[in-house]
């Protein structure tokens, strides 16, 4: 049922890798739905994040960073990203003002030309410039594209957050909550909880070990009469080199991504974790559609 003056819709938030996609998505959520690396091509599937207010509700996806891909994984991460912007009610293009323009940025421009929908330039990371240098790289971009609105944030200290929102709500169709109030994301918790473990491999391995693991949860159970949840988890490498760093000495690594994941599961599950943690290598696995299928990435489905 459509309320009276009720706005709801769907945003795609795209830009090239590591502009803050997913910082912004935390932000506006007000609590972890996606996670967060200074690393490059950290989100892999469409992530939907809900908000809902009282006059709208706006249901996110952080698409993976768009970039030229080097291997099947990267195919499906860049197709994931493109097929978001025909199925959404606006565009958010978000953009490093740190950075500036960047034949990346082209990249992305010349699909977004042929989006029928409106689209934002949202220039993120303003708190790192010079508010002179910010004018420039405006204009660094308003040159290049007609976009419907030009707002700077910085989703990292939430700055000019509320005036983005309020922007967005006017450009909404009026539609009913597609999710209730208190719904903030549309994933279930094993795809959350296996994200937690995969942020926290890539935060304390650095660049040890790149963005070759995956994380498969393969059981959550709760224990009869016992506010404890027992979760079972693999994580994905390449090569037995990564193994043996992802394990660390004496498991040592191993023991910290596990304790970083558990707090984190903890305060998503509202209950104590008991977490198991393994370590297994799969050859190649982001080049394989059949292990590409089998640890979540199902073209289509997200």
């Known amino acids: 049922m459509i309320q009276p003056d009720f706005r709801s819709g769907f945003i795609a938030i795209i830009g090239r890798p590591n502009v803050g996609k997913s910082t912004f998505m935390n932000q506006v959520i007000g609590q972890k739905v996606a996670i967060m690396s200074d690393k490059p091509q950290t989100t892999r599937n469409k992530i939907q994040g809900v908000l809902t207010k009282e006059k709208a509700q706006y249901v996110f996806?952080?698409?993976?960073?768009?970039?030229?891909p080097k291997h099947k994984l990267g195919d499906f991460m860049v197709k994931s990203a493109e097929n978001t912007l025909n199925e959404v009610d606006l565009v958010l293009f978000m953009?490093?003002?740190?950075?500036?323009?960047?034949?990346?940025?082209q990249y992305i421009m010349d699909r977004l030309k042929s989006v029928s929908q409106p689209v934002f330039l949202v220039i993120n990371k303003i708190d790192q410039v010079h508010p002179d240098d910010l004018l420039t790289?405006?204009?660094?971009?308003?040159?290049?594209?007609?976009?419907?609105?030009i707002i700077p944030i910085s989703a990292?200290?939430?700055?000019?957050?509320?005036?983005?929102?309020?922007?967005?709500?006017?450009?909404?169709?009026e539609g009913p909550k597609y999710y209730p109030d208190d719904q903030v994301t549309d994933h279930p918790e094993r795809f959350i909880m296996g994200e937690m473990i995969r942020?926290?491999?890539?935060?304390?391995?650095?660049e040890e070990v790149p963005h070759s693991i995956a994380v498969v949860i393969d059981s959550v159970q709760k224990r009869e009469d016992q506010d404890i949840v027992d979760v079972q988890a693999t994580i994905i490498t390449e090569r037995p080199s990564q193994k043996g760093i992802i394990i660390g000495k004496q498991g040592k690594m191993?023991?910290?991504?596990?304790?970083?994941?558990?707090?984190d599961m903890e305060a998503l599950l509202g209950s104590k974790i008991y977490l198991e943690l393994w370590v297994k290598v799969q050859k190649d696995w982001r080049n394989r559609l059949t292990q590409l299928r089998e640890y979540g990435y199902r073209e289509g489905e997200y």
């Open 61 to 68: 996806i952080d698409t993976p960073g768009i970039h030229k």
């Open 95 to 105: 953009v490093d003002a740190d950075q500036g323009y960047g034949a990346g940025d």
């Open 137 to 149: 790289v405006i204009d660094q971009y308003r040159t290049k594209m007609n976009f419907s609105e």
């Open 156 to 173: 990292k200290e939430g700055h000019n957050i509320e005036r983005l929102l309020e922007v967005m709500a006017d450009y909404l169709p």
């Open 199 to 206: 942020e926290k491999v890539l935060h304390l391995t650095r």
């Open 254 to 263: 191993l023991k910290e991504i596990g304790k970083r994941a558990r707090e």
